[in-house]
T-cell receptor, first 115, second 115 residues
Framework: NAGVTQTPKFQVLKTGQSMTLQCAQD?????MYWYRQDPGMGLRLIYY???????DKGEVPNGYNVSRLNKREFSLRLESAAPSQTSVYFC??????????????FGPGTRLTVL | AQSVTQLDSQVPVFEEAPVELRCNYS??????LFWYVQYPNQGLQLLLK??????LVKGINGFEAEFNKSQTSFHLRKPSVHISDTAEYFC?????????????FGTGTRLTVIP
């Protein structure tokens, strides 16, 4: 099993450009998450998908959109990139399920720089 | 709202010495607590978790943590560290109030083990 995979690993954008970060998991998990990690701020939740067909905003959703394409894939889109979105982006997944608390498994991250 | 405080941003310690990484949380309801480790250029990996039951939780790589409800703390300890423990450590909290699978992370503690 590959676990959680993310593409690309690195990306440089100019202000105003758009791009989509891809995430896939092969653990048959119901829930998936997107975080950003900034120095001195830990990880902050951008969006999550509790189950296929649902998405919800997290702590810092502004400037992002997400799509839960199917049970395996959860993409994050930046429509018009800004320098403030320079960060390391992590995708995670968990088994999910009502009333259950599950470990989240993380991908290796995408390092994004917006000039 | 949930919040997690990791007071020590950096902790240097000599090899084979004991270490404690501090974590305090704020919540008025029952919480679920986690410690994750991040090795350089990698995603996060779960070290241990407290959901209920015994307040002393043992994790991987010889780490353990103790849940102290009265002090709202969940400090991570290891009696003897190795060079390979050099990494960043994140404390995280979730609760039934915010959604059991929504994690709030602390800002991280960088542990450096000195030979």
């Amino acid at each position: 099993n590959a676990g959680v995979t993310q593409t690309p690993k690195f990306q440089v954008l100019k202000t105003g450009q758009s791009m989509t970060l891809q995430c896939a998991q092969d653990m048959n998990h119901n829930s998936m998450y997107w975080y950003r990690q900034d120095p001195g701020m830990g990880l902050r939740l951008i969006y999550y998908s509790a189950s296929e067909g649902t998405t919800d905003k997290g702590e810092v959703p502004n400037g992002y959109n997400v799509s839960r394409l199917n049970k395996r894939e959860f993409s994050l889109r930046l429509e018009s990139a800004a320098p403030s979105q320079t960060s390391v982006y992590f995708c995670a997944s968990s088994e999910g399920g009502r009333g259950r608390i599950n470990e989240q498994f993380f991908g290796p991250g995408t390092r994004l720089t917006v000039l | 709202a949930q919040s997690v405080t990791q007071l020590d941003s950096q902790v240097p310690v000599f090899e084979e010495a004991p270490v404690e990484l501090r974590c305090n949380y704020s919540s008025s309801v029952s919480v679920y607590l986690f410690w994750y480790v991040q090795y350089p250029n990698q995603g996060l990996q779960l070290l241990l978790k407290y959901l209920s039951g015994s307040t002393l939780v043992k994790g991987i790589n010889g780490f353990e943590a103790e849940f102290n409800k009265s002090q709202t703390s969940f400090h991570l300890r290891k009696p003897s560290v190795h060079i390979s423990d050099t990494a960043e450590y994140f404390c995280a909290v979730s609760s039934s109030l915010t959604g059991a699978n929504n994690l709030f992370f602390g800002t991280g503690t960088r542990l450096t083990v000195i030979p």
